[in-house]
């Protein structure tokens, strides 16, 4: 079976710019939640998608947006870079209505944002 | 609010000796899941261990266990034998089924350091 898969690891954008941060989610897995971990803190939720739907989102502005396509992998959109944005940006899938019953995430290796 | 507080930055521990990670948090729900993640430099999160609130008796996972005090809202991590490959950030977190999507909350994070 294969992970949860990141693309790219590393970026540089600008100020300004917009970004494009790309997951495969585990085979199986059709639930996939995006997290912001900034330097020297934990992970911060972004929102969470269940079959192509958004289903939940954190306190980040609309400019951060989602996307899950039919197969489950999915895309993080970042309008309007702000050097704060700056950080490593986690994928993390699980099964189906597998949060409900607390069951762990499976993470990617991220992706390192460095807006300049 | 949901918070998670690790109020250790950094710890060190000898190699085969054993060492305590704190954690303490906050939620008013009763149905919630406890989880240790560890952060290598690979980036990758990857479980360590997990604890179901309703469950009193503490989990164990080889020579990872935990201390759960649900009164206290306190869920400790003690790493027995401490090997090198322990050297890591460590996370602790938690889950609230049905709360806004289903959201991880994570602490700021303890690095551990085994020194051989």
């Known amino acids: 079976e294969t992970g949860v898969t990141q693309s790219p690891t590393h970026l540089i954008k600008t100020r300004g710019q917009q970004v494009t941060l790309r997951c495969s989610s585990q085979s199986g897995h059709n639930t996939v939640s995006w997290y912001q971990q900034a330097l020297g803190q934990g992970p911060q939720f972004i929102f969470q998608?269940?079959?192509?739907?958004?289903?939940g989102r954190g306190n980040f502005p609309p400019r951060f947006s989602g996307l899950q396509f039919p197969n489950y992998s999915s895309e993080l959109n970042v309008n309007a870079l702000e050097l704060d944005d700056s950080a490593l940006y986690l994928c993390?899938?699980?099964?189906?209505?597998?949060?409900?019953?607390?069951?762990?995430?499976?993470f990617g290796s991220g992706t390192q944002l460095s807006v300049l | 609010a949901q918070t998670v507080t690790q109020s250790q930055p950094e710890m060190s521990v000898q190699e085969a000796e054993t060492v305590t990670l704190s954690c303490t948090y906050d939620t008013s729900e009763n149905n919630y899941y406890l989880f240790w993640y560890k952060q290598p430099p690979s980036r990758q999160m990857i479980l360590v261990i997990r604890?179901?609130?309703?469950?009193?008796q503490n989990a164990t996972e080889n020579r990872f266990s935990v201390n759960f005090q649900k009164a206290a809202k306190s869920f400790s991590l003690k790493i027995s034998d401490s090997q090198l490959g322990d050297t890591a950030m460590y996370f602790c977190a938690f889950i609230t089924p049905g709360d806004g999507g289903n959201q991880f909350y994570f602490g700021t994070g303890t690095s551990l350091t085994v020194i051989p």
């Open positions: 604890q179901e609130a309703y469950k009193q």
């Open positions: 998608y269940y079959r192509e739907e958004e289903n």
């Open positions: 993390a899938s699980s099964p189906d209505r597998g949060l409900l019953t607390g069951e762990k995430l499976f």
